[in-house]
């Protein structure tokens, strides 16, 4: 998100792309042309006066001279400072002479704090940060009190990913100045960035209410209102940017973001093609094709795919995109290839491994599956546990499949570690500590499951089928009657505590609980209950004729 350097450059946006011999025929109202205010007019151009001395100064400094023809940067700027003071006629006449008397040369007045400020700004609209910040630093050291240089150095720092000293930066702008809109607008942007909504929301409001013809910062309000989830007050804010200023193309796109979320996939196409046809761009494309997915049109999307493509060939997101197309279409080896080649512009694609990994498992091919999942372990090495796990735990599955038991149990264990409440995986590592005798780990790893989910019918009738192995038949008798109260036509759960009822002697109660699990039972396995039934049937029957009657 773009950070503007000066708060009177927001309304010169536009003009800033201009021709230099345009602004100079606007600025003195030459050609037919209105005479336009110094404070819509000198901004773009000391930009452009900052930049040639920046350069200079870059090349050695043998461009620099006192005296001479010169181009006066100092003298513009304080004209510019003090133009509220002055008529738009006196200052035009006075600084547009001075900035074009000479292209070669700049005064730069060593220990003046607007000279060191004009090198920061040139020095920053080259891309050298550090020795923007350098001389903003300098400015401030000579004039504390210096709004635009404590800005500009607060844009630097945000340009470099230094949020917290931009933060600061653009505290203390507001500070020396309170009526600097664009000072509000940037802290907004570093807020917004930080996660901290309300914030950023309120500073994109001051903005508005000191600066209400600026589109910009109801565009960024609606970025930040949309991720409190206030879609329609960001669709709002998105209108209004677009009534201010109907050729900000990145507001057809943020609203077009906000209809997709909110169902209505034909508006936000319509918004994409309004984006699209101020700027083409391959974002754009992306995102038209998505609504077209979601509206069921996947030859529009795959056309748009294609044209983000052809814009931007060295980008990997479309290839996936269109990879994940392909795929829901039944073009299995078009995704792969897609998948491929976005793995070949980015090889740390994280997302394109995942799904590459789903895909490949879906087709059988286990052992490429369990690479992609390895190679995204590798890759997320240092993220958050909350997002590494599930690619353990993935890749655990897959390795019970080969038969790794050692490998998925390896597996299993280090999803836990990331995520203890990963009930899946202490289910599936209790049933394979099972298969491999160790009873007690899985017994631990089947109690885990119930703490976290007590609605989990296997997990109790696994364990109460360890619980019945290792002898413990009233666990045994408890957990398949949890089992059963879940699930009511569970009949191996009835064969268990039948078994159980049997070692403790209750043979009636054994007998009810047969007679349930061949109620229920496949046909498979009532021919396996049918005999211990009919045994149990007889002996019950036997010890009735011989037990004499009551007297």
Known sequence: MPYRVAASWTSVRHLIRMKYQMLC???????????????????????????????????GGGALRRGGPALRVTRCLTAFRQSKRQTPVLVASLCVPLLLMSASFVVAEDEDAQTHYVFGVGYQDIGQFEEAIENYTKAIERDPSYAEAYHGRGVAYASQGRLEEALADFTKAVELQP??????????????????????????????????????????????????????????????????????DLAYGNRAKVRVEQGDFEAAIADYTTQLELRANAEAYRGRAAAYEQADKPDEAMADYERAIALEPNAFRAYFERGNLRFKRGDRDGALQDYAKALEVDAEAVEVYLQRADVLHQGGEVDAAIADYTKVIELTAGYPDEETWV??????????????AAGAIDDYTKTIELNPAAVEAYANRGALRFQQNDLEGALNDYSRVVTFDPAQVQAYFARGLIRLQQGDFDGTIADTTKALALKPDFAEAYNNRAAARLKLGDHRGALDDLEHAITYATPSFKDTLQPTLDRLRAQLSADSANTPPAQ
């Not at 309300?198 to 013809?213: V, Y």
């Open 391 to 404: 690619v353990y735990y993935s890749r655990g599955v897959l390795k019970a499949t080969q038969g790794d």
């Open 179 to 248: 009526d600097g809109a664009t000072a509000y607008q940037n802290r907004g942007l570093v807020h917004l960035q930080q996660g901290a909504l309300d914030e950023a929301i309120a500073d994109f409001s001051t903005a508005i209410k000191l600066q209400p013809e600026g589109a910009e910062p109801y565009r960024t309000r609606g970025n930040a209102l949309r991720r409190t989830g206030d879609l329609a007050s960001a669709i709002a804010d998105y209108t209004t940017a677009l009534d201010i200023d109907p050729y900000l």
């Open 25 to 59: 025929r606007k600025a003195l109202g030459q050609q037919g042309l209105p005479l336009a205010h110094p404070t819509a007019v000198l901004p773009p151009l000391l930009r452009f006066a900052a930049l040639f001395a920046a350069k200079a100064k870059q090349n």
